[in-house]
């Protein structure tokens, strides 16, 4: 399974590229306004920076919802850097504009993927990823990863060659979770990639380790 941070902040992008477990960077509206990055010049060169950092593919989702404003704005944004994909909402102009940019040769991800039939609709526009938005359905009482398992499974059963990329992930156990039921790509916060890392009894051995040494080193 790959890993994506999913953050537009460019220290963070940086600490998980250091960590060396990371596959690439996901980006959404609301993300860039939490860094305040405004401005089209702004977002464009913000975007170029997070390709310097990472190796993999960054995601940068269309502003427009009409579809000739979806293509120019997504021909635009794939022209920027190669690891760009361009991300598009699944409406019925994004579906178009997965078709439109697909045939072009160009990576998308179709974003607020809340059900099978979203996902179904994405994959046949031949869009690059589809991204289920776990957390959101967890918030409305409707199990996230189950719909992971769902998407996962058709698409192995049918030949969709379209990755699933679990965004909207809160938590280490998302993450788990996402392993268990065959996810392409994980986008994570990099307080859920760092979570994984703890364990108490790792922080005890560690801790025992260090003192049987220097209880025989220091004599
Ligand atoms: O990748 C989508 C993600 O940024 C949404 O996460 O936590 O706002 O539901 P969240």
Redesign the pocket.
């Known amino acids: 399974m790959k890993f994506f941070i ?1 953050t537009a902040n460019l220290e963070q992008i940086k600490e998980a590229q250091a960590m060396g477990i990371l596959d690439g960077v ?1 980006t ?1 509206p ?2 860039m306004a939490k860094e305040g990055i405004s401005g089209d010049e702004n977002v464009l060169n913000h975007y170029k920076a997070i390709c310097e950092i990472v190796d993999g593919d960054v995601s940068a989702e269309v502003i427009a919802t009409d579809y000739e404003g979806m293509i120019k704005e997504g021909e635009m944004l794939a022209a920027l850097h190669p690891q760009i994909v361009v991300k598009v909402p699944i409406t019925e102009n994004g579906i178009k504009a997965i078709k439109y940019l697909s045939g072009k040769n160009i990576r998308t991800n179709c974003t607020l993927i809340f059900s099978t039939g979203q996902a179904l609709l994405a994959a046949k526009a031949g869009a690059t990823y589809v ?1 289920p ?1 776990i ?2 359905l967890d918030d409305n009482s409707t199990d996230g990863i189950k719909l992971i398992e769902q998407i996962v499974d058709f698409f192995n059963y049918y030949g969709y060659e379209t990755q699933v990329l679990a ?2 992930i ?1 938590n280490t156990m998302h993450i788990i979770r996402c392993l268990e039921v065959g996810a392409d790509v994980a ?1 994570c916060p990099l307080s859920a990639i760092k979570g994984l890392l703890n364990h108490p009894l790792t922080d005890i051995g560690l801790a025992q380790f260090l003192a049987d040494h220097k209880r025989v080193n220091n004599k």
């Open positions: 999913d996901t959404n609301s993300l991204s938005f957390g959101r965004a909207s809160r986008t």
